[in-house]
């Protein structure tokens, strides 16, 4: 075999391997195990700049886990009873042991996300508002990784950006950025962002739980 021949089978290699890891499923041998019924849902850790990050993100957290059909302890009320605690900080709720959270709730599960970033930034010949979320979900009885994922989302995804001089797109950009600021962009592009990572009809998502017509766990 020539030298060329065994270059191009080697790419060859590479990108079938690199497509297989993209696609590979994930493993929810242990989720299945845990058939989580009920999820509450922590504070969010925000790792952004936004100060209103965490409550956006919140706020469009339950809607997916419901409809993916999951029983969501009332925000409100988890809310109130981590005051009542004294935790008020969502890395101190995030530290609390999975056991005592079983204790106090009575969920099968908890749901820890992390805000990787939040807001609208501007550079130069662009501006877009971006919202990049992880989480992870634990069995609360036995401390279990059940699942984690990420997902993100852009304002920028559906803009038109066929402007063809620098001008244009420097005045699109400028104007992007007051628009997306003035009207709270950030808020609709969260609710992309958390539906892609909360909902189960996307890959290597979570399950569909027993309160969806679509669940099938044992």
């Not at 845990?34 to 999820?39: G, L, Q």
């Amino acid at each position: 075999m020539s030298f060329v021949k065994i270059i191009v089978l080697f790419l060859v290699i590479a990108l079938a391997s690199g497509c297989a890891s993209q696609h590979a499923s994930y493993d929810y041998t242990a989720y299945k195990n845990s058939d989580p019924h009920s999820i509450l849902v922590l504070p969010p850790i925000n790792n952004s700049s936004e100060v209103i990050a965490p409550y956006a993100v919140l706020a469009n957290a339950t809607k997916p886990l419901a409809e993916s059909g999951y029983y969501v302890m009332p925000v409100a009320l988890v809310a109130e009873t981590f005051k009542n605690n004294g935790l008020t900080i969502a890395q101190d709720i995030h530290a609390v042991a999975p056991q005592k959270l079983h204790d106090i709730f009575g969920a099968d599960a908890a749901l820890y996300i992390d805000i990787k970033e939040y807001g609208t930034s501007y550079a130069v010949i662009s501006s877009d508002t971006i919202v990049e979320v992880s989480a992870r979900l634990v069995d609360l009885e036995t401390s279990t990784l059940l699942w984690q994922g990420k997902a993100s989302a852009s304002s920028g995804e559906q803009r038109d950006r066929d402007i063809d001089n620098w001008e244009g797109m420097l005045v699109s950009a400028i104007l992007n950025q007051v628009i997306e600021t003035a009207t709270d962009k950030s808020f609709k592009v969260s609710q992309t962002a958390t539906q892609r990572l909360l909902s189960a009809n996307h890959q290597n998502g979570l399950l569909y739980g027993p309160r969806s017509p679509k669940y099938n766990i044992p």
